[in-house]
């Protein structure tokens, strides 16, 4: 269960991070909300 979840997570930080590639208008606080969903 533990280890679904964290595959699930790092799939939705991919997805976050390719929106703030695409978008590019603001790379800091799309690191910080990755960093918040990480933990």
């Known amino acids: ?22 978008r590019k208008s603001g790379e800091s606080p799309g690191k910080a909300a990755a960093i918040m969903y990480e933990k």
């Open 1 to 22: 269960m533990i280890h679904r979840k964290a595959v699930n997570n790092r799939k939705l930080i991919n997805k976050r991070h390719r929106e703030r590639n695409n």
